[in-house]
């Protein structure tokens, strides 16, 4: 610890001291173990890493076998597992046909932007309030938190936000200029909203109006996080861009992809083949880990236990929201990406230290303090949810205690 204070992050170290983290030491299935050997569920699932729990077998073993081949590729001949990959993509998510591999969620927003900035060179992207996309200069230009934001200004130009889930502000902002608009279907860092059914239908027919395109970010939403295998699921809407990373690596190795329909891929890279680029990307170290990734989603039900143990869970919360209304604002999510929004600020931190206490990891969404997130491996079972909901309850009374004996 005191030399992330010395080497790394001073701020930082003391945020995780604060919450009561030590160091930790190694993971499996839903747990993972510190420096001392003590144990804690995972409810935040790296932040939607995690969707198979940590060092799933069959994807450690995809993973051995790439070391022992081909980790990373010459990038001059072609590769077997990314074509595997983007073949097995191109089935599974809706409406997308071609795959760029590159190694984290903000590189797949990069290159989803300059997809469509290619596609008709127009210049203005729509993005959301509290809209989380990445933090490098272009997937931060779409982010929608100033803190983020101001400090880096200028970004590029020509991005604009509008509310999530409000129809009437995107109408008035989308013309003839806008490239894209980019939106979650579930927004996650903006603090778990999930938009009316009706939203994301209505975000394509606006987009279809003036021929902009439509990026979804799926990074979060992905393979399984919300009930379906993506969120775009839910409304059954196909976009023009997908973006996907967190889970496709399978929780082993770093991966991220953008997607795209035929006349994207044309228009954007049909003239020039090497526009876009990623030394990393397209390894077969994470393109046959990925794959795997999806195999194990698929044949282990994992859709479907998200749904199940998600809405468990949404319950167990929504209990404990009702026995301590004044603490709890609001529990809302879908699958397992369920946030729970407090009534004041700073209560979220006191009630994951006091989770963390209980050896249950937890953790806010970075766009919205006030909100934490529920987010643990889609393997978790309802006896492992009841547990968190105990935990949580506990915590709650706890942190209420606590705030009584302060304020009086
Ligand atoms: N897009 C969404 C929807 C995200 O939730 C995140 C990260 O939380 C990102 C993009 C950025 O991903 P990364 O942290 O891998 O760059």
Redesign the pocket.
Known sequence: MQKYVDYVNPGLAKLMSFAGYGVEDHAEGCYIYDHSGRRFLDCLGG??VFSLGHRNPKVVEAAKKALDNMPLSSKVFFGQAYADLAEKLAQIVPGMQFTFMCN??????EGALKAAKMFDHRPKVISTVG??????MG?LSATGKDKYREPFYPLIPQFDFVPFNDVDALNAAVDDHTAAVIV?PVQ??GGIHVPNLGYLPKVKEICQKHAALLIL?????GFGRTGKMFGMEHSGVTADIV?L??SLGGGVV?A?AFMGTPEVWERAFGENPILHTSTFGGNPLACSVALVMIEVTEEEGLVENSRVVGEHLIAGLRAIQKEFPEMIAGVRGVGLMIGVEFAMDDIGELCIASMVKRDVVAAYT?NNPRVIRFEPPLIMTADQADTVVEVFRESVEETSELLAAVLG
Request: charged share 25%.
């Open positions: 932040y939607g984290s969620g903000t590189e797949a927003v809209g989380f996309h990445g933090k490098s997937s979650e996650g860092e970010d799926e990074v979060q939403t973006t990373a967190k770093p991220g970075l």
